[in-house]
Each structure stands twice: as structure tokens, then as C-alpha cells.
């Protein structure tokens, strides 16, 4: 899908707002990025939207390096608390589910559409209706499949995309470091981003943006991490990861809401 960068930025952008004031995460988002990217561009809806999944198949991958790669580390050189190793199991169960769902679209493509259009045909031969949907959806069923099958063709490009992708996720486990240096902390890496994976992990609570249940886990997370660290200390370092990370997105993703759609009304 060709288009100018700076337009995929501002999609970007306005689907992470919509994300963000939505309790629907990224269900409230992507369909919206989906949506922009097939008018700004010659792109299908389905096809816009296979490859915004895919995008958020490799923004999972850093979290589930770091922390399969953190408890390693731990096992080998140091030691392993139980809340440790639970983080990594569950982040483990959570990478052969991702994982095999992955492998399924990008190099099996079909094989997950093909349960989806069996079970709906089969809802509909036993109900009598509804043939003409079980017709429709298999027409963009296959068209999602195509778009499965193209992006893991390439491979190659796939471990790229999956290096920026760390890339990213190291910046956050940066501006922890910052932050914490400017309350006279020098905290080692590890730590620090066990913490900054397992807080993500309260952008699954049913709160428009995780407003509050995210710098709560953060500051719980600092404490049992970092025990030197005091509880106050701890909720004021994540208020102020959330003023640098979350909060500048947030009024950059409006204004580049308000363009896109502004845009499309003109169309």
C-alpha cells in the first residue's frame, strides 16, 4: 500500500487517540486506521485492515523478547522471584498462543479463514439463512487471506519491521531511566523493563486508555523491582512516563484526527 509517510503518521496517530478514549482499545482504533488508510489510498478495507493487524503483531513481539530474554538473564546471572517467573510464564503462554495465530496468517494463510467461513456456513445451513452474507464474506475472507499471504512472503522484511519495532520499545525503557536519574536513581536495565512490559499489560482494563489502572501498575511494579525506590517516588515517576509517553501522542493524535477527517469529508 503505497502512500506519503506523512499521511501513514497521521492515520497512525488518530487511531492511537481512538484507542486512547475508547474502553475498547485497540478494538475502537484499528477499525478507524483501517478505515482512513482505504480512503487515502487504493487499498480494500480488508486489505487495509490485515496489515494494520500484522502492524500489531510485531508492536507485541518487544515486550515478549524483553521479558523471555530478561528471565534468562536472571536464571543465569542472578536470581528469580516467583512474581518473576509467573510474569514469564504467562508471557510465555501468551507467545505460543500469539505465535501460533501468526505463523497461521502470515504462512498459512487460509487456514484461519477457512475455519471462519465453515463455521458461518454451517450457522447458516442450519438456520436457512442468510446465504447471501456466507457469500459476501467469503469475498473478503479472500481477500484478508491475499493480504496474509503477501506479508509473509517476505520474511526478511518481517525481521525488519520487528527491529523498529524493539527500537521503539527501547525508547520507553529510556525515558524510565531518564526519569528515575532525575529523582537520583540509577536503576539497572532488567528492572526496568520488566516493569515497562508488565505495565502494558493494564491497557487490557476496560478504561479509556488505561487512564489511571497504568500508572498504578507502574508505580506497584517500581516498588516490588526496585524496593528502594518509595511508593510516592514510584507514582511520581509514573505520572511523569505518562506525561512524556501517553499524553503528547494523545493531542497530537486529535489534530491529525481532525485533518484526516476534514479530508475525507472533502472527498
Known amino acids: 500500500i503505497r502512500m506519503p509517510y506523512r499521511k501513514s503518521i497521521r492515520i497512525f496517530m488518530a487511531g492511537?487517540?481512538?484507542?486512547?478514549?475508547?474502553?475498547?482499545?485497540?478494538?475502537?482504533?484499528?477499525?478507524?486506521?483501517?478505515?482512513?488508510?482505504?480512503?487515502?489510498?487504493?487499498?480494500?478495507?480488508?486489505?487495509?485492515?490485515?496489515?494494520?493487524?500484522?502492524?500489531?503483531?510485531?508492536?507485541t513481539t518487544p515486550p515478549i523478547t524483553f521479558?523471555?530474554?530478561?528471565?534468562?538473564?536472571?536464571?543465569?546471572?542472578?536470581?528469580?522471584?516467583?512474581?518473576?517467573?509467573?510474569?514469564?510464564?504467562?508471557?510465555?503462554?501468551?507467545t505460543v498462543i500469539g505465535g501460533t495465530v501468526a505463523y497461521l496468517l502470515w504462512f498459512e494463510s487460509g487456514t484461519?479463514?477457512?475455519?471462519?467461513?465453515?463455521?458461518?456456513?454451517?450457522?447458516?445451513?442450519?438456520t436457512g439463512r442468510g446465504e447471501h452474507l456466507v457469500v459476501e464474506l467469503e469475498e473478503k475472507l479472500s481477500e484478508v487471506e491475499k493480504t496474509f499471504n503477501a506479508i509473509g512472503e517476505?520474511?526478511?522484511?518481517?525481521?525488519?519491521?520487528?527491529?523498529?519495532?524493539?527500537?521503539?520499545?527501547?525508547?520507553?525503557?529510556?525515558?524510565?531511566?531518564?526519569?528515575?536519574?532525575?529523582?537520583?536513581?540509577?536503576?539497572d536495565f532488567t528492572p526496568i523493563y520488566f516493569i515497562v512490559v508488565l505495565s502494558g499489560l493494564s491497557n487490557f482494563t476496560p478504561v479509556p486508555g488505561a487512564n489511571g489502572a497504568y500508572e498504578a501498575a507502574m508505580a506497584g511494579l517500581t516498588t516490588v523491582f526496585l524496593p528502594y525506590i518509595s511508593a510516592p517516588e514510584a507514582l511520581t515517576i509514573a505520572v511523569l512516563f505518562r506525561l512524556s509517553t501517553y499524553w503528547p501522542g494523545l493531542a497530537a493524535g486529535w489534530l491529525a484526527l481532525n485533518s484526516l477527517n476534514g479530508e475525507v469529508q472533502k472527498q
Open 16 to 59: 492511537n487517540f481512538m484507542n486512547s478514549i475508547t474502553p475498547m482499545g485497540q478494538a475502537g482504533g484499528e477499525p478507524l486506521m483501517a478505515y482512513l488508510l482505504e480512503k487515502n489510498s487504493n487499498a480494500s478495507y480488508e486489505k487495509a485492515i490485515s496489515s494494520i493487524f500484522s502492524a500489531d503483531i510485531m508492536n
Open 67 to 94: 521479558t523471555l530474554g530478561g528471565t534468562i538473564y536472571l536464571l543465569l546471572f542472578d536470581s528469580v522471584n516467583s512474581f518473576v517467573l509467573q510474569a514469564a510464564y504467562m508471557v510465555l503462554f501468551g
Open 112 to 126: 484461519i479463514e477457512g475455519k471462519i467461513k465453515w463455521i458461518v456456513k454451517e450457522i447458516s445451513e442450519r
Open 154 to 187: 517476505d520474511p526478511i522484511y518481517l525481521l525488519k519491521t520487528s527491529l523498529v519495532s524493539h527500537a521503539g520499545f527501547l525508547m520507553q525503557i529510556f525515558n524510565f531511566t531518564l526519569i528515575a536519574a532525575s529523582l537520583g536513581y540509577y536503576p
